[in-house]
């Protein structure tokens, strides 16, 4: 079984809720540096300060930031992890592997989804956040309203500021230049390690597929 797992894709396209699943199923941690740095924004911390007018507009956080919150999770954790939203650079990609072959404990998968950008639109333009746990919902699908009580671990329910139309956009143009090129990293270096996933099926059928990839692969 994998054990050290990168999942990678554009917004909206399920890493978290991918990564929730697989966490239950197969009892590895899932990490998002998404709602870690959402959790040090709403706690108002130093490093959430600093985050937050980059969040806020779509724009990464500088790459040094966002290795350090890894850093600091593997140094508390260990190198169990499904990481969601990490690494979103090819400079944190490199960092990670350098990274982790100091530990001699490598990747071991790299799934991407893959999603079109107009579902990734409708996902994000209905979609509902829990800013303690991480999890989200499809508004009117889930029938959820903002500021409900998450069903989950019971905290509100937000909108994302991110999620707004423009940020979105920013968010996608961000994806295109700094992110995909991570796929390609990638390809280069580990191409027996990743695999593409229609991130647009339904979750079960996403879920299955990567179960497999994870359980067989
Ligand atoms: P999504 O995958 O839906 O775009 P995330 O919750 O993963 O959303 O991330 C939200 C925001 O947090 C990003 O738009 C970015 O500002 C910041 N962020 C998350 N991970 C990273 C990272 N690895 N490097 C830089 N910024 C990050």
Same mark, same amino acid.
């Given at each position: 079984? %994998?054990?050290?797992? /990168?999942?990678?894709? @554009? ?6 809720? *991918?990564?929730?699943?697989?966490? +239950? ?18 706690? #108002? !911390?130093?490093?959430?300060? +600093?985050?937050?007018?980059? !969040?806020?507009?779509? &724009?990464?956080? @500088? ?9 600091? =999770? ?12 990490? @690494?979103?650079? /090819?400079? *944190? ?5 350098? +990274? ?33 746990? #991480?999890? !989200? ?9 903002? #500021? =409900? ?6 905290? +509100? &329910? ?15 143009? /961000? ?5 995909? @090129? ?5 390809? *280069? ?7 593409? /996933? ?9 879920? !299955? ?7 067989? %692969?």
């Amino acid at each position: 079984m %994998k054990q050290r797992i /990168v999942l990678l894709g @554009p917004p909206a396209s399920g890493k978290g809720t *991918q990564a929730d699943r697989l966490a +239950a199923k197969f009892g590895i941690p899932h990490v998002s540096t998404g709602v870690l740095l959402r959790s040090e924004c709403a706690r #108002g !911390t130093i490093l959430g300060q +600093a985050a937050d007018s980059w !969040t806020r507009q779509g &724009l990464l956080v @500088p790459d040094e930031l966002a290795i350090r919150i890894i850093t600091t =999770w593997m140094s508390e954790h260990g190198t169990r992890f499904i990481f969601d939203g990490f @690494p979103r650079s /090819v400079a *944190q990609a490199e960092h990670l592997d350098l +990274a982790l072959s100091g530990l001699a404990a490598p990747l071991d998968l790299l799934i991407v989804l893959d999603l079109t950008d107009e579902e990734i639109r409708r996902r994000t333009s209905s979609r509902l956040s829990c800013l303690n746990c #991480g999890a !989200t919902f499809s508004a009117p699908l889930d029938t959820l309203a903002e #500021g =409900w009580n998450c069903p989950r671990c019971g905290a +509100a &329910l937000i909108r994302r500021d991110d999620d707004r139309p423009e940020a979105v956009e920013k968010r996608l143009e /961000v994806y295109r230049e700094l992110t995909a @090129p991570v796929i390609g990293y990638y390809e *280069q270096t580990s191409p027996h390690l990743l695999h593409r /996933v229609n991130a647009g099926e339904g979750s079960d059928a996403v879920f !299955t597929a990567i179960s497999t990839l994870v359980f067989l %692969k």
